[in-house]
């Protein structure tokens, strides 16, 4: 991987070199951002700074308490990327970095500004006199946005321990366990299959808190009769899926859970069927929204259908109303509409898919845990 990680570097330098900006290209860039230093070197270190400095130097400093300045991937190594750590725990590695931009000579110096915080970009302007800042023309999460055969290979992985974790939950006694029992049960079956961490906090959901989005799992207990939301996923080298899956407790669901789960199920299938390269990212929407407005329920998708995914569990592009541009090839995205009755609970399935042409089979479902209404 050290070739990619150089390779993805030299890109992001050109790239830069080409922006029109009123003070023309930078000298250098740092980055600050932790999974776009990691997508750059391949480092997990927290609290690094990654300096594309003057005359295709790179160097990456990380703080003083880091066990290692430069830690990669399972042995991976980068034999043209300096590393460095500071000498002072009080330090800060995007200050030193940009003083050690200043002395190499670079006079402009492009920074995240969407993830500096003014306090930084202070001290960083004041590091060196004639050393000016400017945000960065040409943000790195837009060049994560397609991903290449080893990052997709990350995810399958991720995915794969996902549906495994999840398939053995399924085989256990689930009534009269709590949802925060499940859920750091979940958690744990995910380290155990190989995962690194979860990809976000797991959620489980039962009776009347099934099918809400964003719900923390409490010490309500598992009852006959419920319906049962679970979203959870696994980090594999830092890339991260994400899997959603509702069923039944007990020996067959009711007439109104067969009717929501089945609309949920036609909204989530006409999302990824839209799923092509060259679609418009609203349109992927619109197809997955619409199915929901026909049966009165079009606002319980919320902002949007989806989402990408990669080092982070929330990247470009947007699946929703809004959004600008149109879909790649090898774009992973989230499928993930969802409806919740207030008092009865609801239904969510979120699926990991990787945008892929029609001549090469269409969308390839990464998270493959059966989408049938299962009673449990």
Same mark, same amino acid.
């Given at each position: 991987?050290?070739?990619?990680?150089?390779?993805?570097?030299?890109?992001?330098?050109?790239?830069?070199?080409?922006?029109?900006?009123?003070?023309?290209?930078?000298?250098?860039?740092?980055?600050?951002?932790?999974?776009?230093?990691?997508?750059?070197?391949?480092?997990?270190?927290? *609290?690094?700074?990654?300096?594309?400095?003057?005359?295709?130097?790179?160097?990456?400093?990380?703080?003083?308490?880091?066990d290692?300045?430069?830690?990669?991937?399972?042995?991976?190594?980068?034999? #043209?990327?300096?590393?460095?750590?500071?000498?002072?725990?009080?330090?800060d590695?995007?200050?030193?970095?940009?003083?050690?931009?200043?002395?190499?000579?670079?006079?402009?110096?492009?920074?995240?500004?969407?993830?500096?915080?003014?306090?930084?970009?202070?001290?960083?302007?004041?590091?060196?006199?004639?050393?000016?800042?400017t945000?960065?023309?040409?943000?790195?999460?837009?060049q994560?946005?397609?991903?290449?055969? %080893? #990052?997709?290979?990350?995810?399958r992985?991720?995915?794969?321990?996902?549906?495994?974790?999840?398939?053995?939950? =399924?085989?256990?006694?689930?009534? @009269?366990?709590? $949802?925060?029992?499940?859920? /750091?049960?979940? $958690?744990?079956?995910?380290?155990?299959h *190989?995962?690194?961490?979860?990809?976000?906090?797991? !959620?489980?959901?039962?009776?009347?808190?099934s @099918?809400?989005? $964003?719900?923390r799992?409490? &010490?309500r207990?598992?009852e006959?009769? &419920?319906?049962?939301?679970?979203?959870?996923?696994?980090?594999?080298? *830092?890339?991260r899926?994400?899997?959603?899956?509702?069923?039944?407790?007990?020996?067959?669901?009711?007439?109104?859970?067969?009717?929501?789960?089945?609309?949920?199920?036609?909204?989530?299938?006409?999302?990824? #069927?839209?799923l092509?390269?060259?679609?418009? !990212?609203?349109?992927?929407?619109r197809?997955?929204?619409?199915?929901?407005?026909?049966?009165?329920?079009?606002?319980a998708?919320?902002?949007?259908?989806?989402?990408?995914?990669?080092?982070?569990?929330?990247?470009?592009?947007? /699946?929703?109303? @809004?959004?600008?541009?149109? =879909?790649?090839?090898? +774009?992973?995205?989230?499928? $993930?509409?969802?409806?919740?009755?207030?008092?009865?609970?609801? +239904?969510?399935?979120?699926?990991?898919?990787?945008?892929?042409?029609?001549?090469?089979? @269409?969308p390839?479902?990464?998270?493959?845990?059966?989408? %049938?209404?299962?009673?449990?």
């Amino acid at each position: 991987m050290s070739e990619v990680h150089v390779a993805r570097r030299a890109l992001l330098r050109e790239r830069c070199a080409a922006a029109v900006t009123k003070d023309g290209p930078p000298d250098a860039v740092l980055v600050t951002r932790p999974a776009n230093i990691r997508y750059l070197t391949g480092s997990p270190v927290s *609290g690094a700074a990654l300096l594309i400095g003057p005359g295709g130097v790179d160097t990456l400093l990380g703080p003083a308490s880091a066990d290692s300045a430069h830690q990669h991937d399972a042995g991976r190594s980068d034999d #043209e990327l300096r590393t460095g750590r500071l000498s002072n725990p009080e330090g800060d590695t995007a200050v030193a970095a940009a003083d050690l931009a200043a002395t190499a000579g670079a006079r402009l110096l492009a920074v995240e500004e969407h993830h500096v915080t003014v306090a930084r970009h202070r001290a960083m302007a004041s590091v060196a006199s004639g050393l000016r800042l400017t945000g960065l023309a040409a943000p790195i999460e837009a060049q994560r946005v397609v991903k290449d055969d %080893e #990052e997709i290979s990350a995810l399958r992985i991720a995915a794969e321990i996902t549906d495994h974790a999840l398939g053995e939950l =399924l085989e256990s006694i689930l009534v @009269g366990r709590t $949802e925060r029992h499940l859920a /750091l049960e979940l $958690e744990r079956r995910l380290i155990d299959h *190989g995962a690194e961490g979860s990809a976000f906090p797991t !959620c489980v959901a039962t009776g009347r808190n099934s @099918g809400l989005a $964003e719900h923390r799992p409490t &010490d309500r207990r598992v009852e006959e009769g &419920d319906f049962l939301s679970v979203r959870l996923g696994a980090q594999y080298h *830092g890339y991260r899926c994400q899997i959603g899956r509702t069923f039944v407790i007990g020996t067959a669901p009711e007439d109104w859970q067969v009717e929501l789960y089945d609309l949920v199920f036609a909204a989530q299938r006409a999302g990824r #069927e839209a799923l092509t390269p060259g679609m418009a !990212c609203s349109d992927v929407d619109r197809a997955t929204r619409q199915v929901l407005r026909g049966a009165g329920h079009a606002e319980a998708l919320g902002s949007s259908t989806g989402h990408g995914v990669g080092l982070e569990i929330g990247e470009d592009p947007r /699946l929703s109303p @809004g959004a600008m541009g149109k =879909l790649d090839a090898c +774009v992973p995205v989230t499928i $993930e509409p969802g409806v919740h009755l207030p008092g009865q609970g609801g +239904v969510r399935i979120d699926d990991t898919l990787v945008v892929r042409p029609a001549a090469d089979g @269409g969308p390839e479902l990464l998270t493959i845990t059966t989408k %049938e209404l299962l009673a449990l």
